[in-house]
T-cell receptor, first 117, second 114 residues
Framework: GAVVSQHPSWVICKSGTSVKIECRSLDFQATTMFWYRQFPKQSLMLMATSNEGSKATYEQGVEKDKFLINHASLTLSTLTVTSAHPEDSSFYIC?????????????FGPGTRLLVL | AQKVTQAQTEISVVEKEDVTLDCVYETRDTTYYLFWYKQPPSGELVFLIRRNSFDEQNEISGRYSWNFQKSTSSFNFTITASQVVDSAVYFCALSGFNDYKLSFGAGTTVTVRA
C-alpha cells in the first residue's frame, strides 16, 4: 500500500536553531500534503496545507514566517521550524492524500518528535 | 466551522470486555466524512474506519463496529472483546466531502488490562 515517510523521526536541538522535517510520499504523487502538530496528551491540530508548486496555506494562529513549508516536488514537502524555542517542542505529523483517489484515502507519516532545549 | 467532541478522556477495561467510544460532531457541510483513528504509544496514526455522511448503515468489521446517527450527529465506535493490544488513544475525526483537512477530537485513551 501507499506509504508516507518522515525524516528525521527524532530531533533534539538547541533553542534558536532551525530544524527541517521532510515528508515523502514513497509510491504515489501528492499535490497536497498536510502538516499537523500534536502536543503531549493533546489532539492533532492542522497547521498548514502544503501545495506543490505554490505557497502553503496556514491555519489561523500559525505563524507562516516561523513554520516555513516548501513543496518542491510531487513527492516531497518540507517543514522548517525557524529559530526553534522550547514551546515548539511537539510531535509533527504529515499526511498526504493520494492524487486521483477518493478523499478517504489519506496516508499519514510516522511523525517527527521535536525537542527544543 | 467543524468541531469534534469526544467526551470520554479515559476508559479502562478488563480484557474481553467491550469498549464503546463516543463521538459527537458539528459541521455546516451537508456531505462529509467521519473517521476513527488509533494512535498507539509509537505515535503513528492507524486508520480504522471511515463513513460517508449519506450512508447511515452501521457495519461490523471484525471486532470493530460503529453506530452513525446523523440525527444526533454522533459516530460512536465499539471494540468487541477487547485485547491488551487495543490499548491506545483513539481519535474521531471529520473532513469535508471534497476536503482532505481533518478536524480531530481530543482523543480517548483506552487501557485494556489483562
Amino acid at each position: 500500500g501507499a506509504v508516507v515517510s518522515q525524516h528525521p523521526s527524532w530531533v533534539i536541538c538547541k533553542s534558536g536553531t532551525s530544524v527541517k522535517i521532510e515528508c515523502r510520499s514513497l509510491d504515489f504523487q501528492a499535490t497536497t500534503m498536510f502538516w499537523y502538530r500534536q502536543f503531549p496528551k493533546q489532539s492533532l491540530m492542522l497547521m498548514a496545507t502544503s501545495n506543490e508548486g505554490s505557497k502553503a496555506t496556514y491555519e489561523q494562529g500559525v505563524e507562516k514566517d516561523k513554520f516555513l513549508i516548501n513543496h518542491a516536488s510531487l513527492t516531497l514537502s518540507t517543514l522548517t521550524v525557524t529559530s526553534a524555542h522550547p514551546e515548539d517542542s511537539s510531535f509533527y505529523i504529515c499526511s498526504a492524500p493520494a492524487s486521483g483517489r477518493a478523499p478517504e484515502t489519506q496516508y499519514f507519516g510516522p511523525g517527527t518528535r521535536l525537542l527544543v532545549l | 466551522a467543524q468541531k469534534v467532541t469526544q467526551a470520554q478522556t479515559e476508559i479502562s477495561v478488563v480484557e474481553k470486555e467491550d469498549v464503546t467510544l463516543d463521538c459527537v460532531y458539528e459541521t455546516r457541510d451537508t456531505t462529509y466524512y467521519l473517521f476513527w483513528y488509533k494512535q498507539p504509544p509509537s505515535g503513528e496514526l492507524v486508520f480504522l474506519i471511515r463513513r460517508n455522511s449519506f450512508d447511515e448503515q452501521n457495519e461490523i468489521s471484525g471486532r470493530y463496529s460503529w453506530n452513525f446517527q446523523k440525527s444526533t450527529s454522533s459516530f460512536n465506535f465499539t471494540i468487541t472483546a477487547s485485547q491488551v493490544v487495543d490499548s491506545a488513544v483513539y481519535f474521531c475525526a471529520l473532513s469535508g466531502f471534497n476536503d482532505y483537512k481533518l478536524s480531530f477530537g481530543a482523543g480517548t485513551t483506552v487501557t485494556v488490562r489483562a
